[in-house]
């Protein structure tokens, strides 16, 4: 009888390393860990200066800010972070069409690093836009390919149960960063001024920077690649209607078209028109497939949404940043609590319970809730936070509201977004055409465009009425449309081509 030679011992892939039990069940590389340590840091840095900005605009001149109006504060406030994820959709093309998503996310994290330090040590009025401006140029180079690059390393796991748990815990990474670096700034800022809790973020964005020079080689071979890359005889075509889209912009602030007032109006209704854009040449194209098709189509209202419950969450940098300064007792037997720290709980909530969600979906398998239901639960959630907020504002009367009772609010409106947020992520990396995969993640961020720009006129709407017949509004609006969106679930899951699971979509 011939002898058999035992076969040659396994090869394992240095970098993958087997999940724990609890985690997704599978193995997971470990650049997914790579590229969330990463975001860890750029959000440190993004949420770090947004935990303090408001403050800064509304704050008196003698105490470091810069003293503007309420309404004018929450308009830039808001308009900022619109442009800011806006931006994305550029950042997208380009990762599809000129640039790889490695190295976009490569050029997007040093101007980032040079905003914040133009930040940290520019004063003024002029010193905030140029900072801003490059801020927001680098985020769009950045975010939407590091999520494009996520979704490359979570392919290599043939199993699509593990997608929304694996993002979870990418998602875990993003808020760990936007609860220390408000928690860090904000400290700084109340100890020793706004510009030293602008160098900090400074610092972490800094730290971001290495972290993705030193992972960039264990990345997937995809995330070199230009998907879909620009004809070269195009190239200059592309050129002159850049230049021409910014002389178009320099033109409307200079002759006052677009000015404080009116900038998240202006964002707003531009995230729409690109959303609308977007949507249309990916049902148009030819190289989308009728299945492609339907699943862009079916994620409109999630889209829609989406933005809403973003509008509503980014609130606590806008219309609950006014309240806060007006109807918020700080002080603590002679202390300040630094105001930053406020707006922090909502991330850190979120970060609490992220793990405890992902472990039940990971539980469920199949039977758990698809994603049109999680949305809608997300918005019900956020719309009953906000009742909350009118029965203790309506409680309160004109006297100062309670700490303790703010935060208790700021926790159920951000363990809300356990149910949006990395469903999003997850949803547009898996339903997004072959050929426009980065740009479906472009896509995706513009509900947080829409979130931002609509926080803004959210905020200005909070100076001009009674804040028992705003929050009435808010709140009304939150419940009501998530159970709309819950009633439609079926037919909207059978177009996005998700299972149907135990709740239908």
């Not at 993640?441 to 609509?454: D, E, K, P, Q």
Request: proline share 5%.
């Amino acid at each position: 009888m011939r002898k058999t030679s035992p076969p040659p011992p396994a090869t394992v892939d240095p970098d993958v390393r087997e999940a724990p039990a609890e985690g997704p069940g599978r193995p997971v590389a470990r650049g997914l860990w790579n590229m969330a340590f990463t975001e860890l840091w750029e959000r440190y840095s993004f949420y770090g200066l947004r935990g303090i900005l408001s403050f800064y605009l509304l704050y008196e001149v003698a105490d470091g800010g810069l003293e503007l109006a309420p309404a004018v504060a929450a308009g830039l406030v808001g308009a900022y972070g619109g442009v800011v994820y806006v931006s994305q959709i550029v950042g997208a093309w380009l990762g599809d069409r000129l640039v790889s998503p490695r190295d976009m996310v490569l050029y997007g994290a040093v101007v980032i690093t040079a905003g914040h330090v133009v930040l940290a040590f520019a004063p003024g009025t002029v010193g905030l836009g140029a900072g801003l401006g490059c801020i927001v140029l680098g985020t769009g180079a950045l975010k939407t390919n590091i999520t494009s690059i996520v979704g490359f390393v979570l392919d290599q796991n043939d199993d699509e149960r593990y997608r929304d748990v694996g993002f979870s815990y990418f998602y875990l990474a993003i808020n760990v960063g936007a609860v220390l670096g408000p928690l860090t700034t904000g400290l700084a800022q109340n100890e020793l001024g706004f510009h030293y809790g602008f160098g900090l973020a400074a610092i972490g964005m800094a730290a971001a920077l290495i972290q993705y020079i030193r992972s960039m080689r264990k990345l997937p071979e995809r995330a070199g690649v230009v998907n879909n890359p620009l004809p070269a005889g195009r190239r200059p075509l592309v050129a002159v209607a850049a230049l021409m889209c910014a002389a178009v912009v320099g033109a409307a602030v200079a002759t006052g078209l677009v000015r404080a007032e009116n900038l998240s109006t202006v964002v707003t209704v531009t995230a729409l028109v690109a959303a609308a854009a977007y949507f249309l040449t990916m049902t148009t194209s030819k190289s989308v497939s009728r299945d492609e098709r339907r699943r862009v189509l079916g994620y409109l209202p999630l889209f829609l949404a989406s933005g809403v419950y973003f509008g509503f969450l980014f609130q606590k940098f806008t219309a609950i940043s006014i309240l806060i300064t007006e109807r918020i007792d700080l002080n603590i037997g002679g202390w300040t609590f630094p105001v930053a720290w406020i707006t922090t709980v909502s991330p850190l909530a979120l970060v609490l319970v992220i793990p405890l969600v992902a472990r039940v979906w990971n539980r469920l398998g199949e039977r758990q809730p698809g994603p049109v239901t999680k949305v809608a639960v997300g918005l019900t959630q956020i719309g009953c936070a906000y009742l909350f907020l009118l029965i203790i504002s309506e409680a309160t009367g004109d006297a100062d509201i309670p700490l303790v009772l703010i935060l208790l609010f700021m926790m159920a409106a951000g363990s809300s977004e356990v149910f949006v947020g990395p469903i999003g992520l997850s949803l547009a990396t898996r339903i997004g055409p072959e050929k426009f995969r980065s740009q479906m993640v472009g896509l995706n961020f513009l509900t947080l465009a829409l979130g931002s720009s609509l926080a803004g006129l959210l905020g200005q709407l909070f100076t001009l009425i009674d804040n028992s017949s705003y929050f009435t509004v808010v709140a009304a609006c939150g419940i009501g449309i998530g159970l709309a969106l819950f009633a439609g679930r079926r037919p909207v899951a059978r177009l996005l081509g998700a299972r149907s699971g135990g709740s239908g979509g």
